[in-house]
């Protein structure tokens, strides 16, 4: 089943956006205000395009995002990006949440209003999808330091690599470390001899853009 993402706003670079993510093989709904930008949209096969301002919840609920994988904000107004995102996830169950920032010191406000990314330039954007498409995987990313630092809870299933190895053997990336071994009801401090089990669950503590190649080390994928 293809991932599915919306786009809220964001002019010409929603649709050099859409493109990119409509070549990756998702699913791609664009909500746009300008008429202009949706007929250029509309030109785009594949793509479900969705006239109105995304702010309003009956919006959103016309372009039909409820339960999509990732809902992307890339307004020009940061309050507006910061709504569309907890609209889009106490309303309609989105499961990540991207908002495109303009203002660097409202990065960490907006961590703290539940937003999953707040990135300040559209290239970000096009990683962090990269990084979803492991989103079974992960069970949680709580982004610290303006996003410097990840910790990550990665699940190990019977498809793992990992499963039945001791730590010294995997080949994690140099700034990440695994912090805890959640097994059962147990959290467990590991060791450099500390086996992985089916069913564990690694809670990992990442540098920037490091936690993508740590998770496939220890998922497989």
Not at 5 to 12: A, L, P, S, T
Not at 64 to 87: G, H, K, S, Y
Not at 114 to 126: E, L, P, Y
Request: charged content about 20%; aromatic content about 4%; proline content about 4%.
């Amino acid at each position: 089943m293809k991932k599915s993402i919306v786009i809220v706003g964001g002019h010409k670079k929603a649709i050099i956006l859409a493109k990119s993510i409509l070549r990756k093989g998702y699913e791609v709904i664009v909500i746009n205000e300008s008429y202009e930008d949706c007929l250029s949209l509309y030109e785009i096969p594949g793509i479900s395009v969705v006239q109105g301002d995304g702010t309003k919840p009956y919006v959103l609920e016309d372009a039909n995002i409820r339960n999509v994988d990732i809902a992307i904000a890339l307004t020009p107004n940061d309050e507006d990006n910061l709504m569309i995102c907890q609209l889009c996830k106490t309303q309609f169950s989105v499961k990540k949440t991207v908002a495109v920032v303009s203002d660097p010191k409202k990065i960490e406000f907006f961590y703290a209003m539940g937003i999953d990314r707040a990135v300040c330039t559209i290239s970000t954007v096009t990683s962090i999808i990269e990084q979803q498409a492991f989103i079974t995987d992960i069970t949680n990313i709580i982004p610290i330091q303006g996003g410097n630092i990840q910790i990550v809870e990665v699940c190990i299933d019977g498809y793992s690599p990992a499963v039945d190895k001791q730590l010294w053997e995997i080949d994690l990336p140099s700034e990440v470390i695994i912090g805890c071994i959640l097994r059962g009801d147990e959290a467990l401090v590991p060791r450099g001899n500390s086996r992985i089990s089916m069913g564990d669950t690694l809670v990992l503590i990442a540098g920037q853009q490091q936690e993508i190649p740590a998770i496939k080390a220890l998922a497989g994928r």
